[in-house]
């Protein structure tokens, strides 16, 4: 073997990590930019590939719950959870981009908030390089060096069913990314949906399901209000956990090119809260991305964010 191979390999490493830790691509594209440890073990399941089915004609949905992608921002959509919990309120349908689309499959199988904030303390960056750097270093990185298998295995151990038995009706947003299409996956394997939902291009390689090759939702419905819509919603509530452009802090050509991807989503983010009936953003004020750390004032924010609004939440509900 070569003697400067381990180097390359360390550099490599490195570099990857430099990029995920620093959050660049997590805060331009608010992706899934986390991994979690493996679950506990089980029989291996084995589902239909994801896609989407459409509801029966005129079927109605009185509430749909809306979450954002948002990265790390994501540990918010438990506080909110949270609240939604105490209240007794359940929405009819859960409809999830990214980050949001890890736990709305969650609260859509049947998870209660506490069973997913143990999941959630679980998550470590020692995982998040799911890729060989020897294959990366002969083979090349693919259409991304991470893989998002052990993202996949994790979800797959505590969510046991295909989406179509979920207790509440769900759908993980993905775009296609040959063409841009918004694609939902409303039914089949769970893990791999929110999976392709995470798969921040670049970073995390895409997912091939039914001649489709499907990213990361939040690049073309960071705020899945208008799929919420196509699936019956009457009423959304919407929580937008969303990285603002007004956050960032544009320092080098570097992050001026994330800041312009960051401008163009914010545009449909924008777009898509216009078409909720009611949108909630928690007061997340950084000018740095947030990481695994950040996670228990995060929760605590989203669960201040909906308290303080819990009277216009509980309307909704009752009106729909």
């Known amino acids: 073997m070569n003697a400067a191979l381990p180097e390359q390999v360390d550099r490599r490493r490195r570099g990857l990590a430099a990029v995920l830790g620093g959050g660049a691509v997590a805060?331009?594209?608010?992706g899934?930019?986390?991994l979690v440890r493996n679950g506990p073990a089980g029989p291996v399941l084995e589902f239909d590939d994801p896609a989407f089915v459409p509801p029966p004609p005129n079927v109605a949905r009185p509430v749909a719950l809306v979450l954002s992608g948002g990265s790390a921002r994501g540990f918010a959509h438990l506080g909110m959870l949270r609240v939604l919990e105490r209240e007794g309120l359940r929405p009819d349908l859960i409809v999830g981009t990214s980050a949001g689309a890890i736990v709305g499959a969650m609260s859509a199988s049947g998870m209660k908030v506490r069973q997913m904030e143990a999941l959630a303390e679980q998550l470590d960056w020692s995982v998040v390089l799911d890729f060989e750097p020897i294959q990366a270093l002969f083979n090349g990185f693919g259409l991304g060096p991470v893989p998002g298998h052990r993202l996949e295995r994790f979800l797959r151990a505590h969510i046991r069913q295909p989406i179509e038995r979920f207790a509440v009706p769900f759908a993980a947003v993905a775009a296609d990314m040959n063409n841009g299409d918004i694609v939902p996956l409303t039914h089949g394997d769970a893990a791999r949906a929110v999976r392709a939902s995470c798969a921040v291009p670049g970073i995390?390689?895409?997912?091939?399901?039914?001649?489709?090759?499907l990213g990361d939702g939040q690049i073309v419905s960071p705020l899945p209000v208008s799929t919420a819509r196509a699936l019956g919603a009457r009423r959304v509530l919407a929580f937008d956990v969303v990285y603002p452009p007004h956050h960032s802090e544009i320092t080098s050509p570097i992050s001026m090119l994330f800041q312009s991807l960051i401008v163009s989503g914010w545009r449909h983010v924008l777009a898509e809260r216009q078409q909720a009936d009611l949108v909630i953003t928690p007061e997340i004020r950084t000018t740095t991305q947030l990481g695994l750390g950040s996670r228990d004032w995060l929760i605590e924010a989203g669960e201040r964010a909906a308290l303080s609004r819990v009277a216009e939440i509980r309307n909704l509900f009752a009106t729909a």
């Open 27 to 30: 805060a331009s594209l608010s």
């Open 32 to 34: 899934c930019a986390v």
């Open 204 to 213: 995390y390689a895409p997912v091939r399901v039914r001649e489709r090759l």
